[in-house]
């Protein structure tokens, strides 16, 4: 048997979409990349959304959108995919690391606010493998503080609090359509936002300081750059591509939600093994555990066909290029590389089947 990691739900409607915008030469600025922003945007509550090249992309147009520049210092989790940090060195601004819990992998708002400074201007929060981070606590410190709130949200298309998607809670929510992801479009992502003028600047910084998009131009070539920006668009096909992904995601997530309580129930009886409890919230990007013999099972794993991740192997302050820049202290990143040791992303997509998380759960139980 063997078991892929991850499966895009492409079915062929998506694929006949995709042609038909391939053959008619019209491959970008069409109507397939406003529907794709519109439909995204009701999917997660938000007023508006902009795709983008990537979520990488969506970071940092959100990092410049939020004004961050050098001298400015912002917080991000030591846990979580280079892009995060990178987007804040791409403006001049330092990335402050800061330990996770242990289990989730996620900041909490006991360890962000002893670490806030006068040179403190934003957070990026990371939602791992889409379990929501005490973003309600963590948002209303941000406003009381006035810091600039960014959430990376690439695990957590789904991923709800109380019934509000996250990416709604700060300046803006970035979202990932890497081929991994619960919807891909190849490379691509969005971005989310509440707030009109933040909403005016991405659609601008990501289409090199253009003043008017092709619908609004009253004759052919008629428009102004106003500032420096990006190329950072996303072409109708991809949008085509996300877009049937997203209108048959309600069914996706409720599978995920299965798998993740299979996972849960055929996992619980060793104590070796330490996962999250089942959380409806959660979006279930993959599934998590921890165990301490991580490296030997990954090898197992390989062997015997089980496609399976690690998010992620390194913390990022202990890079070689943060390692190098900031010099910093392994003490003070204790619970992330004790996470970074013992984390495997077990597969979680529609079409995994029953059969097959069973034989995952047996390998892994038999060599714990």
């Keep these: 048997?063997?078991?892929?990691?991850?499966?895009p739900n492409i079915n062929a409607?998506?694929?006949?979409?995709?042609?038909?915008?391939?053959?008619?030469?019209?491959?970008?600025?069409?109507?397939?990349?406003?529907?794709?922003?519109?439909?995204?945007?009701?999917?997660?509550?938000?007023?508006?959304?902009?795709?983008?090249?990537?979520?990488?992309?969506?970071?940092?147009?959100?990092?410049?959108?939020?004004?961050?520049?050098?001298?400015?210092?912002?917080?991000?989790?030591?846990?979580?995919?280079?892009?995060?940090?990178?987007?804040?060195?791409?403006?001049?601004?330092?990335?402050?690391?800061?330990d996770?819990?242990?289990?989730?992998?996620?900041?909490?708002?006991?360890?962000?606010?002893?670490?806030?400074?006068?040179?403190?201007?934003?957070?990026?929060?990371?939602?791992?493998?889409?379990?929501?981070?005490?973003?309600?606590?963590?948002?209303?410190?941000?406003?009381?503080?006035?810091?600039?709130?960014?959430?990376?949200?690439?695990?957590?298309?789904?991923?709800?609090?109380?019934?509000?998607?996250?990416?709604?809670?700060?300046?803006?929510?970035?979202?990932s359509f890497y081929p991994t992801k619960q919807i891909t479009t190849g490379e691509g992502g969005v971005v989310i936002t509440n707030n009109k003028s933040f909403f005016?600047?991405?659609?601008?910084?990501?289409?090199?300081?253009?003043?008017?998009?092709?619908?609004?131009?009253k004759k052919q070539g008629e428009y102004d750059v106003e500032s420096l920006g990006y190329n950072y668009r996303m072409t109708d096909f991809q949008s085509a591509l996300g877009l049937g992904?997203?209108?048959?995601?309600?069914?996706?997530?409720?599978?995920?939600?299965?798998?993740?309580?299979?996972?849960?129930?055929?996992l619980k009886s060793k104590k070796k093994i330490s996962f999250l409890k089942f959380n409806k919230n959660c979006s279930y990007f993959i599934f998590q555990i921890l165990i301490n013999n991580r490296d030997q099972m990954l090898k197992i794993l390989k062997e015997k066909k089980i496609g399976v991740s690690v998010h992620y192997a390194t913390p990022l302050p202990l890079m070689t290029y943060y390692k190098k820049k900031y010099k910093l202290n392994k003490k003070n990143f204790i619970n992330a590389i004790n996470y970074a040791k013992?984390?495997?992303?077990?597969?979680?997509h529609p079409f995994l089947k029953n059969n097959e998380i069973d034989f995952i759960c047996d390998t892994i139980k038999k060599n714990i």
């Design 1 to 7: 048997m063997e078991v892929k990691f991850s499966k």
């Design 100 to 175: 996770v819990e242990n289990l989730t992998g996620n900041l909490t708002l006991e360890r962000i606010s002893k670490s806030v400074t006068k040179k403190t201007k934003g957070i990026i929060v990371v939602h791992m493998a889409g379990y929501p981070c005490d973003i309600d606590k963590i948002s209303k410190f941000c406003r009381k503080k006035k810091i600039k709130l960014i959430e990376d949200c690439a695990h957590s298309v789904g991923s709800k609090i109380n019934g509000k998607h996250l990416g709604n809670f700060g300046e803006s929510g970035c979202f």
């Design 342 to 348: 013992c984390n495997i992303s077990l597969p979680n």
């Design 200 to 217: 005016k600047k991405i659609k601008k910084l990501k289409a090199f300081g253009i003043n008017k998009d092709i619908n609004e131009r």
């Design 245 to 266: 992904q997203l209108q048959n995601y309600k069914i996706n997530l409720k599978k995920r939600h299965k798998i993740a309580q299979r996972y849960i129930e055929n």
């Design 13 to 98: 409607k998506d694929i006949k979409n995709v042609v038909n915008i391939l053959k008619s030469g019209w491959l970008t600025h069409g109507k397939y990349t406003q529907l794709f922003e519109k439909s995204f945007a009701a999917f997660t509550g938000a007023k508006y959304c902009a795709t983008v090249s990537s979520c990488t992309a969506g970071l940092h147009l959100s990092c410049i959108a939020s004004g961050f520049k050098e001298g400015d210092e912002v917080i991000v989790p030591s846990m979580t995919h280079t892009a995060t940090a990178h987007a804040i060195e791409f403006t001049g601004a330092k990335p402050i690391f800061l």
